[in-house]
């Protein structure tokens, strides 16, 4: 049965532009949209009806980089944080990431699903049709193996497209101390070979940072995830400037991420491979950083630019992606169209599936939200407050306020 979706304002996003349509309406069918475009110009057609009442209408949104599914919990860091100490300090006394693994290695599959439908439920509810989220907190074949058949059960049962990333190269585990080369060979050799084979991987992913790996490190993980067929995607120049990013577009990467202290050649690098720089705001203002990722260089060289939660326990335990929208406004100097299309088309690109989300237009999946504003600008102006009316998946509504 199609439906004619009709009385409202479609801000479509092609192009990464507003690109609006007044007085619209859109016909879907089988989860995809078939027309969209003024409503006076509407074929004829047998259809169900829907007015939504002058909203507005968005693409669904897509949070490009999450790390939901996880066990435990680390409010104690962010005070610890306020009280003056760094995140590599934390990190070295056994935090960090390494406490984050400990909890995740001790979580069942049930409890772990359970605590991540409490939080993915905060995003669904503010427009997230399509996410994806990573593993790296097991480390082990079997604790990621846990990780990812949640979040491959998180697809199945959630009203959104999920995409599942391997991030084994997260962090280096215990029993690997003072032997990093060692991990990254067991990563390469049986890690990925096997949850590959078993069907639980859409991505790879890695930090690259001196924290974690080198970038030489990184690029035998890279170079594996190549010969398994896998994209790659990479946590890059956060705490300091390895080039990662320069690496990630040498294996032409769907996205590098965080990027604050990249350079110009990166951003020229990115560019050229067509990997789309994914900011997220959220761990720039949990850590209170204050270098800047380098937007003139991004906008000037033509690098699509997408923001994501970051949804983590320790740097990022954000909830709200409209708040994600403000804060590339606010800390980023972004404008609200570049924010949204941070959170559409560009956020799309950095999963591999522009030519399926991120835009409405005819063909693609039927993902959008009806909001109750006056302007486009007002997503990313409200701090809080309920502005969805609707959110539709595949053409279907999964939640009406």
Not at 109 to 120: C, G, H, I, P
Not at 182 to 199: F, Q, R, S, W
Not at 279 to 287: H, I, S, V
Not at 297 to 315: E, F
Request: glycine share 8%; aromatic share 6%.
């Amino acid at each position: 049965m199609k439906t004619l979706w009709q009385h409202f304002h479609a801000i479509t996003m092609q192009n990464g532009n507003y690109n609006i349509i007044e007085d619209a309406a859109m016909i879907t069918e089988n989860g995809l949209i078939s027309w969209i475009g003024k409503r006076a110009d509407k074929p004829q057609v047998e259809a169900k009806e829907v007015n939504l009442n002058n909203a507005w209408v968005t693409p669904g949104f897509i949070d490009c980089h999450t790390h939901l599914v996880f066990g435990g919990d680390r409010s104690g860091e962010f005070e610890k944080r306020l009280q003056g100490v760094s995140y590599a300090e934390i990190a070295a006394q056994g935090g960090g990431i390494a406490s984050t693994v400990k909890a995740t290695r001790e979580a069942s599959e049930q409890e772990l699903l359970a605590s991540a439908l409490k939080r993915v439920k905060h995003l669904l509810s503010e427009g997230v049709t399509t996410l994806e989220i990573k593993s790296g907190y097991g480390l082990t074949l079997e604790s990621e193996r846990k990780v990812l058949k949640v979040i491959r059960k998180l697809g199945e049962i959630l009203p959104a497209t999920v995409k599942a990333t391997c991030l084994a190269a997260h962090d280096i585990p215990p029993e690997y101390k003072g032997k990093a080369d060692d991990y990254i060979t067991h990563i390469c050799d049986v890690m990925l070979p096997t949850l590959a084979k078993e069907g639980l991987v859409d991505a790879v992913d890695a930090f690259c940072e001196h924290l974690a790996f080198s970038p030489a490190q990184v690029e035998k993980v890279f170079q594996k995830a190549q010969a398994l067929g896998l994209p790659v995607k990479l946590h890059a120049e956060q705490l300091s400037s390895l080039h990662g990013s320069s690496l990630a577009a040498k294996y032409h990467a769907l996205s590098a991420d965080h990027l604050e202290y990249m350079t110009e050649s990166d951003a020229i690098a990115m560019a050229k491979a067509g990997t789309v720089a994914v900011l997220l705001p959220g761990a720039f203002y949990m850590l209170r950083e204050i270098q800047l990722p380098p937007m003139d260089a991004l906008r000037k060289h033509g690098v699509k630019i997408a923001l994501s939660t970051d949804l983590n326990p320790g740097t990022s335990p954000m909830l709200s992606p409209r708040l994600l929208l403000n804060m590339g406004c606010t800390l980023f100097k972004m404008t609200p169209e570049e924010a949204l299309a941070g959170v559409t088309i560009n956020a799309a690109q950095a999963l591999g599936l522009e030519t399926t989300h991120g835009s409405l237009e005819q063909g693609k999946v039927a993902d959008f939200i009806a909001w109750d504003i006056n302007q486009p600008a007002e997503l990313a102006y409200w701090l809080g407050g309920q502005l969805a009316t609707h959110i539709i998946q595949k053409g279907q509504f999964v939640k009406s306020f």
